[in-house]
């Protein structure tokens, strides 16, 4: 069977299981995990393979920072707004990218499956 990519199903099982992928719940593995990914994939010449993500960054910044504070990048506005908790910012990611993902997209997260399986 082919392997495909699936953003979705790749955010869908860091937010279940977010020490398997950053080693704990925190907003700053997870933004250095999706860059590292980003970086990967521009390496290997694959075409936006962050489109949730993209879209996710310039929605925030104009729906929900609309440049105020200063604030220029989705996951500082986050982890202050989360009191600098990196867990609780955590936590706040993914509620403000599921709100995206329905206001903007019209779908949510699916269920995190590993090797096709539901957890």
């Not at 936590?91 to 269920?111: K, N, T």
């Amino acid at each position: 069977m082919e392997n495909q990519w699936d953003e979705l199903m790749l955010f869908a099982q860091l937010k279940e299981r977010p020490g398997l992928y950053l080693g704990r719940k925190s907003l700053l593995s997870l933004r250095d995990h999706l860059f590292g990914m980003q970086h990967a994939f521009q390496l290997c010449l694959h075409a936006d393979p962050m489109e949730y993500l993209r879209g996710f960054s310039a929605w925030y910044r104009e729906t929900v920072i609309r440049e105020e504070n200063g604030y220029a990048c989705w996951w500082n506005h986050i982890l202050y707004t989360s009191a600098n908790c990196d867990g609780a910012a955590f936590d706040a990611f993914f509620s403000a990218f599921e709100r995206y993902l329905a206001e903007e997209r019209g779908i949510s997260l699916p269920a995190a499956q590993w090797d096709g399986e539901k957890l």
